[in-house]
């Protein structure tokens, strides 16, 4: 209702369901990057769900580090007398990237605190970290396998 407020939309379900795209959303971890990349090819062969957009921000981050693969979809819901579709985005990252997200969040918003350049590139490093967890965890995962 906040969005559509903001943007002078009237409050009602069909205008929602029409400008809105994230009228939920759900966040899966995964453990390995494969795992991410498998599980959004699951959701794309899905054959009720449509993929409205997709932001790989894992092959290509965001200058701060930040890493996630971001699908937007229409699904189907099903009530007593209808079927609507109804437009969800998933966040789909690994157990590092959302430790790095949800901390740098937190550094970032939650405390209020100017943000200064040393900051930033100290941000930046421990994203660019994280993701050599994730590279190196998953090549020992194919070792033993």
């Given at each position: 209702m906040n969005k559509m407020q903001k943007r002078g939309l009237p409050l009602d379900f069909p205008t929602m369901q029409a400008n809105i795209m994230?009228?939920?959303?759900?966040?899966v971890i995964c453990s390995f990057e494969e795992d991410v990349f498998f599980l959004a090819k699951c959701l794309k062969d899905q054959s009720d769900i449509e993929i409205i957009t997709e932001k790989d921000y894992i092959?290509?981050?965001?200058p701060n580090g930040y890493r996630s693969l971001h699908l937007?979809?229409?699904l189907p819901v099903f009530f007593a007398e209808k079927e609507i579709h109804v437009p969800v985005e998933?966040?789909?990252?690994?157990?590092a990237m959302d430790f790095w997200a949800s901390l740098e969040h937190t550094i970032r918003y939650k405390k209020n605190l100017p943000i200064n350049a040393e900051i930033e590139t100290e941000l930046k490093e421990?994203?660019?970290?994280?993701?050599e967890w994730d590279s190196k965890m998953e090549h020992l995962l194919h070792i033993l396998t």
């Amino acid at each position: 209702m906040n969005k559509m407020q903001k943007r002078g939309l009237p409050l009602d379900f069909p205008t929602m369901q029409a400008n809105i795209m994230d009228v939920a959303g759900v966040r899966v971890i995964c453990s390995f990057e494969e795992d991410v990349f498998f599980l959004a090819k699951c959701l794309k062969d899905q054959s009720d769900i449509e993929i409205i957009t997709e932001k790989d921000y894992i092959s290509h981050p965001k200058p701060n580090g930040y890493r996630s693969l971001h699908l937007t979809i229409r699904l189907p819901v099903f009530f007593a007398e209808k079927e609507i579709h109804v437009p969800v985005e998933i966040q789909l990252r690994t157990i590092a990237m959302d430790f790095w997200a949800s901390l740098e969040h937190t550094i970032r918003y939650k405390k209020n605190l100017p943000i200064n350049a040393e900051i930033e590139t100290e941000l930046k490093e421990c994203a660019d970290s994280s993701r050599e967890w994730d590279s190196k965890m998953e090549h020992l995962l194919h070792i033993l396998t």
